[in-house]
């Protein structure tokens, strides 16, 4: 077999802690070479201060982070071959986009005309040729953010970061950028690390995802594992919305001793008069509110015998005054026995 | 009836606009400016040699005046002394500043500020007559380099003409000391807000590029700061220049426009001269503000 590439980020028993505040704690992670890799957890769980740490802007406490294959803890942030895309862009407002974007360069001394040559081709790449002349301050959100790009990528690192950098814009920006990000990425072929509290957002662009909770890491996977196989109530809980049931409720629903979580896209709103399915879990109940939300209708019900579940269904044919008339009405919830992640406490 | 005159000022923005700003607009106007206008005009009327009275009649004669050798030696020795107090006061007080804001937790912070500006608390002449004391022939300061062994590097240093004198407290030298301890704060504080207003994150982005701290400096920290340096040099400037306190106490006869301003329109009762000679360091003042403007100091503002 040939030999693989080092991953291009490797965490070894990472961990950061700030007087009694334990910010990372025996962080553990490996990330591929080319890989779009998103941090996403709540703030305060430990996501920004590992990129910082992958910057240098910070140092673990204890463990060691390799950078393809060399150990890069105590590095100060010039001597790594890493970039970052910061949430505030950071750009430097007394020096005009061309100059932002040069500045990479310019601390290396690479040469004026090669450096001039290279901003176009990073602004071409940003699509923002023509802006060059023209200070931060002029820029709307959307172009400064694109100049943090360029300026970021120019150097070429090994590994780019992005600090939640679709946050400040609105949301049509932001999709449109996310979908832009991607496209640079592939065009580009570096690492991109990506930090967001966004659930959709990490859905949406990453490869993998790591989430974090409280310093530690709760599930590293594909976007579609983290959606379907959630090891965690956290997990389930945070990444799109899930009922998460547990104790008496779930032990009369599956007869089983277990906690589990179902989203609530998979539960299907049964006539109360018809069978379930064979190899379907199911719960009768009362609907108790009915949320109209224009693509979908959000129904919260209530189980006899305790417990309440949320349902999703999507208004495919039906209209706004169809799905209020449901509100007290008798249903039989069933779903899917595969479509239920078990997990531990 | 209070409720009903919140409600009336509400309605009326233009009307709240000029009750706020009408009372330090007047002041300013009448006092301020009126002041100087009266100084302006002043500075066209001429003294009568031989009668040694004011007449009241427009002439540049009294300007003329000004650019006799002796009066423009002395607003080139002032000039010069502003610049070198400037400049020493900005490089004692970069670093200074520099430490204060972005090194120190807030509670050290504050307390250096209060530091800072502590010697503002006492009379400046308390603390001019206290340098005169520290810095005269039998002073403290005269004592540690003679204990330092250093008499020899002084009194060559007082033997340079230009600067030197009979001692440290008699001498352009002592002087240049005592301005550039007097408006250090002047110079401390306004590097020190500006230098606080550097968002880290361009810092770190620089860093991040890979730039080594002292391109950093260079790069990003200063020219984001100089304008609280250009802040600072402006009251250092000015404040040299119009001193007259400290040339009396600690001078030689060689004469500071503030003191030569203070002379003519008191023991020589040439109150036209004086006049014209304050509008020097006016004049002076506008030259440096737009030396600083060509030097971009107001573009991050």
């Known amino acids: 077999m040939a030999q693989q590439t080092p991953p291009a980020i490797k965490f070894d028993k990472v961990s950061r802690h700030f007087g009694d505040v334990k910010a990372v704690d025996e962080a553990d992670l490996e990330i591929r070479d080319g890989e779009f890799f998103s941090m996403l957890g709540p703030s305060g769980s430990g996501k920004t201060t590992c990129l910082r740490m992958i910057a240098g802007f910070d140092r673990p406490t204890a463990g060691q982070i390799f950078l393809y294959g060399q150990d890069v803890s105590n590095l100060p942030p010039y001597d790594r071959d890493v970039n970052t895309v910061f949430q505030d862009y950071a750009l430097f407002p007394h020096m005009s986009v061309s100059e932002n974007i040069a500045y990479g360069l310019m601390v290396k001394k690479v040469a004026r005309p090669e450096r001039m040559k290279k901003v176009d081709e990073m602004l071409e790449l940003v699509q923002l040729s023509g802006f060059g002349g023209r200070k931060p301050s002029q820029l709307s959100g959307g172009q400064r953010q694109r100049v943090a790009l360029a300026r970021a990528l120019i150097n070429h690192p090994k590994v780019l970061l992005l600090d939640e950098p679709l946050g400040a814009l609105d949301l049509k920006l932001r999709q449109q950028m996310q979908v832009e990000l991607k496209a640079i990425q592939k065009r580009v072929g570096i690492t991109f690390i990506f930090v967001t509290h966004d659930q959709e957002e990490a859905l949406t662009m990453s490869d993998r995802i790591a989430l974090f909770n409280q310093g530690k890491i709760e599930q590293i996977g594909t976007p579609a594992e983290i959606y379907e196989h959630p090891k965690s109530a956290f997990v389930a809980g945070f990444v799109g919305t899930s009922n998460l049931v547990r104790g008496e409720v779930a032990r009369r629903i599956t007869g089983m001793d277990v906690t589990f979580s179902i989203r609530p896209e998979k539960i299907h709103l049964g006539n109360i008069k018809e069978k379930a399915p064979t190899d379907s879990y199911s719960s009768d109940g009362t609907i108790r509110d009915v949320v109209y939300l224009g693509l979908y209708t959000r129904y919260h019900v209530e189980l006899d015998g305790g417990g309440d579940l949320v349902v999703v269904e999507q208004n495919l044919k039906s209209t706004s005054m169809d799905v209020l008339k449901n509100k007290g009405q008798r249903t039989r919830l069933h779903w899917n026995k595969e479509h239920i992640s078990k997990m531990g406490a | ?301």
Request: aromatic residues 14%; positive net charge.
């Open chain 2, 1 to 301: 009836m209070l409720n009903k005159i919140s409600t009336y000022l509400y309605l009326r923005p233009k009307l709240v606009l000029w009750l706020t700003l009408g009372p330090p607009l007047t002041y300013m106007i009448i006092v301020y400016l009126g002041s100087l206008f009266n100084l302006l005009i002043n500075s066209f009327y001429y003294l009568e040699q031989f009668t040694g009275l004011i007449v009241r009649e427009f002439t540049l004669g009294t300007y003329a005046r000004t650019f006799e050798p002796a009066n423009l030696e002395i607003f080139t020795r002032t000039t010069l002394m502003a610049i070198a107090v400037t400049v020493m006061d900005a490089i004692i007080a970069f670093p200074l500043a520099y430490y204060i804001a972005r090194f120190t937790p807030p509670k050290l912070k504050t307390w250096l500020i209060i530091a800072v500006t502590l010697p503002l608390w006492s009379s400046y002449l308390v603390r001019v007559y206290a340098w005169k004391l520290i810095l005269a022939k039998e002073g403290i300061l005269s004592w540690f380099i003679n204990l330092l062994g250093l008499q020899g590097a002084l009194d060559w240093l007082l033997g340079i003409p230009a600067i030197g004198g009979s001692s440290l407290a008699l001498s352009p030298l002592g002087m240049f000391i005592v301005f550039a301890y007097i408006w250090l704060p002047y110079m401390i504080i306004p590097i020190q807000t500006a230098l606080e207003r550097v968002p880290h994150s361009l810092v770190e982005a620089s860093s991040d590029l890979g730039a080594k701290p002292l391109q950093t400096f260079r790069t990003v920290i200063l020219p984001l700061a100089f304008p609280g340096v250009v802040a600072g040099s402006i009251f250092t400037f000015s404040l040299t220049l119009g001193d007259f306190i400290i040339p009396l106490s600690l001078g030689n006869s060689k004469f500071f426009i503030g003191q030569a301003v203070y002379s003519y329109q008191g023991t020589a009762g040439d109150i036209p001269l004086a006049a014209a000679m304050t509008m020097g360091p006016v004049v002076i003042m506008i030259i440096y503000l737009l030396i600083a403007r060509k030097m971009g100091a107001f573009d991050a503002l």
